[in-house]
């Protein structure tokens, strides 16, 4: 249990150990909640939604995709990954590579060609990264859709329309 609990933890990005922002409360709210969705669920539909839950992980998360693309470029004999050129990547930092130059990353990919597997997981990568620099900013207003029209909200009185009194009405004594 406790290790399906650290692999329902991770496809949500969340540590399962007390660190500056996880509690003790919060790691016990998390277990208990995972363990009545378990006795809900049952051993067979939990484990189906995990692993599908983990292949999505894979498949979307920027961390995930971000080692996917550094293995790749490994594996063609690379000696960093275009997410190392681009963020600086954990792996070739690690390893101690420096951040390429924009001259420099050309010329690696001049002499090793990106695959197509290649270009298909940099492009996930970097649609995901783009989602996830958007969602910390604030959403641009749409226009209201003509299907719905205008939010549906009260008139207002004539003397608070724009152009109309902004004193305080006089009543007679």
């Given at each position: 249990?406790?290790?399906?609990f650290?692999?329902f933890?991770?496809t949500?990005?969340?540590?399962?150990?007390?660190?500056?922002t996880v509690?003790?409360?919060?790691?016990?709210?998390?277990?208990?909640?995972?363990?009545?969705?378990?006795?809900?669920?049952g051993?067979?539909?939990?484990?189906?939604?995990?692993?599908?839950?983990?292949?999505?992980?894979?498949?979307?998360?920027?961390?995930?995709?971000?080692?996917?693309?550094?293995?790749?470029?490994?594996?063609?004999?690379?000696?960093?990954?275009?997410?190392?050129?681009?963020?600086?990547?954990?792996?070739?930092?690690?390893?101690?590579?420096?951040?390429?130059?924009?001259?420099?990353?050309?010329?690696?990919?001049?002499?090793?060609?990106?695959?197509?597997?290649?270009?298909?997981v940099?492009?996930?990568?970097?649609?995901?990264?783009?989602?996830?620099?958007?969602?910390?900013?604030?959403r641009?207003?749409?226009?209201?859709?003509?299907?719905?029209?205008?939010?549906?909200?009260?008139?207002?009185?004539?003397e608070?329309?724009?152009?109309?009194?902004?004193?305080?009405?006089?009543?007679?004594?």
């Amino acid at each position: 249990m406790k290790r399906l609990f650290e692999r329902f933890r991770a496809t949500r990005g969340k540590p399962v150990t007390v660190t500056s922002t996880v509690t003790i409360r919060s790691l016990d709210r998390a277990w208990t909640a995972f363990v009545k969705r378990w006795n809900l669920e049952g051993r067979e539909a939990f484990e189906t939604m995990l692993k599908k839950r983990e292949a999505d992980h894979a498949r979307l998360s920027v961390g995930e995709l971000a080692g996917q693309v550094c293995r790749l470029s490994w594996d063609q004999d690379r000696r960093c990954c275009i997410a190392h050129f681009e963020d600086g990547c954990p792996h070739c930092r690690e390893l101690g590579v420096a951040r390429p130059d924009r001259e420099e990353w050309r010329r690696t990919v001049e002499t090793v060609p990106v695959t197509e597997v290649e270009r298909d997981v940099i492009g996930r990568y970097q649609r995901a990264l783009d989602e996830a620099r958007r969602a910390g900013r604030a959403r641009p207003q749409r226009d209201p859709s003509p299907v719905r029209g205008p939010p549906r909200t009260p008139p207002r009185s004539p003397e608070h329309q724009r152009g109309g009194r902004h004193e305080a009405p006089s009543y007679p004594a």
